[in-house]
């Protein structure tokens, strides 16, 4: 990669990774879904005059990823991230990959090798240390950030049947439609949404802004640019820097402290995720590069057209496990 390209590619990890910084202070700021959107709302209001109006399979596509994605994953994650701190959510959200191939199994029947079975292992080995933190005030919180990252692999899944409509139009319209969704939930399970509006500090509305221009407009049209321009083995490996940032942040900037449960379980978990990466991009079928970050489904992939699938929507080259 030129040297300009390596710089965006760190420019990139580097907002989605203190997008767990961004996300955590206004979640801890403002009620959850409430944030959640006004996140939408933002996207939505510089996206959607640009891009077409999805139609057809298009829409109908957008429709699920608008619950799967925007209501599910998002609101999910960032009620959790209330209960837990930003690096332990930075390690769990990242099980999003693994949970994709084990879709992958299930939905295209996809036969994978040694090496990936070693990757989920490690992965999901690595949350279990993790949910054995001390400061972790119940199990829940790890179950609502696994729910979330599972919400996200169904999403990737659905991308896979997707077809057009851009990733950047996919990314605004899902947000516009999950907005009525997320408000309904917000005015029905919080509360104290008129006094946030009044109380909340800058540094909340600056997370949200940050969350919406920062880490989803700018930083995924920087990563699909790079996308296009190199393979999908020398993208994926980046994508394991944005939690390493996202935990790094959490105990630098937020004095998240550093228990041996989060750094111990966080390398066990990064390693599985990283095989996983690695060679699903090696075999052709990326699983994307984690949830943002806490951010979007395979969409990287669906830009650069690296995933080829036949009519019947089952992935190729099944014939050599890895």
């Known amino acids: 990669m030129p040297v300009t390209d390596i710089l965006l590619a760190l420019l990139v990890q580097g907002l989605w990774g203190l997008n767990f910084i961004a996300a955590k202070v206004g979640a801890d700021n403002l009620p959850p879904l409430m944030f959640t959107a006004i996140?939408?709302?933002i996207v939505a209001v510089l996206v959607v005059p640009f891009v077409p109006r999805p139609r057809g399979a298009a829409l109908r596509s957008v429709l699920v990823l608008s619950l799967t994605f925007g209501t599910l994953h998002f609101g999910i994650l960032f009620s959790a991230m209330r209960y837990v701190d930003a690096a332990t959510a930075a390690v769990i959200i990242q099980t999003g990959p693994p949970f994709s191939v084990l879709l992958g199994i299930l939905i295209f029947k996809e036969v994978i090798g040694w090496r990936r079975i070693l990757g989920l292992v490690l992965a999901f080995s690595g949350v279990i240390v993790v949910a054995g933190e001390p400061n972790l005030p119940s199990l829940l919180p790890v179950t609502m950030l696994l729910f979330a990252a599972f919400a996200w692999a169904m999403s990737n899944a659905v991308v896979k049947f997707s077809q057009g409509l851009s990733a950047l139009a996919m990314t605004g319209w899902l947000c516009l439609l999950a907005i009525p969704q997320v408000t309904l939930l917000s005015w029905l399970f919080e509360d104290g949404h008129v006094e946030a509006l009044y109380t909340a500090p800058w540094k909340a509305w600056a997370c949200v802004l940050f969350s919406a221009i920062g880490?989803?407009?700018?930083?995924?049209?920087?990563?699909?640019?790079?996308?296009?321009?190199?393979?999908?083995?020398?993208?994926?490996?980046?994508?394991?820097?944005?939690?390493?940032?996202g935990i790094a942040s959490g105990i630098l900037i937020l004095g998240e402290p550093a228990t041996w449960q989060k750094v111990v379980g966080g390398a066990i978990t990064l390693t599985g995720v990283g095989i996983v990466q690695i060679r699903s991009a090696v075999k052709g079928r990326p699983v994307g590069t984690g949830p943002e970050c806490p951010e979007c489904p395979d969409?990287?992939?669906?830009?650069?057209?690296?995933?080829?699938?036949?009519e019947s929507g089952a992935p190729t080259d099944r014939s050599r496990p890895s």
């Open 39 to 41: 996140r939408f709302l």
């Open 215 to 245: 880490a989803s407009l700018i930083a995924h049209s920087l990563w699909y640019a790079l996308v296009r321009r190199h393979p999908m083995t020398v993208i994926a490996p980046w994508g394991l820097l944005a939690p390493i940032l």
């Open 299 to 310: 969409l990287a992939a669906d830009a650069a057209s690296t995933t080829q699938f036949p």
